[in-house]
Nanobody, 125 residues
Framework: QAQPVESGGGLVQPGGSLTLSCDAS????????IGWFRQAPGKEREGIVC????????SYSDSVKGRFTFTRDTAKKRAYLQMNDLKPEDTGVYFC??????????????????WGQGTEVTVSS
């Protein structure tokens, strides 16, 4: 599978917004979920958003629930992450990836594959 391409990161002040994009044109019809992950400096990769292709539902980690929104454009094969009310602790590199097995855990990066290079988000005044 082709790796996704993430974009849209940047520097934003606390309370600001960003929309990240995931070009998933390399994802074939066999994926079971799309996940957004982030990795802060010195920390492990964290699963924050997970879209289930079978149930068409999206789950969010407690750290982003109510502030981040996942959407997708199936025609363009893109997924988006609208991030509002950003906080300094949201700083990190953001990745999208696909789960290719029916059994997966949204918070477990090891259940996802085909990682892109990520896009960096810095929340700072």
């Amino acid at each position: 599978q082709a790796q996704p391409v993430e974009s849209g990161g940047g520097l934003v002040q606390p309370g600001g917004s960003l929309t990240l994009s995931c070009d998933a044109s390399g994802f074939t019809a066999g994926y079971f979920a799309i996940g957004w992950f982030r990795q802060a400096p010195g920390k492990e990769r964290e699963g924050i958003v997970c879209f289930s292709r079978s149930s068409l539902t999206t789950s969010y980690s407690d750290s982003v629930k109510g502030r981040f929104t996942f959407t997708r454009d199936t025609a363009k094969k893109r997924a988006y992450l609208q991030m509002n009310d950003l906080k300094p602790e949201d700083t990190g590199v953001y990745f999208c990836a696909a789960a290719w097995r029916s059994q997966y855990e949204c918070q477990n990066p090891n259940d996802f594959a085909d990682w892109g290079q990520g896009t960096e988000v810095t929340v700072s005044s």
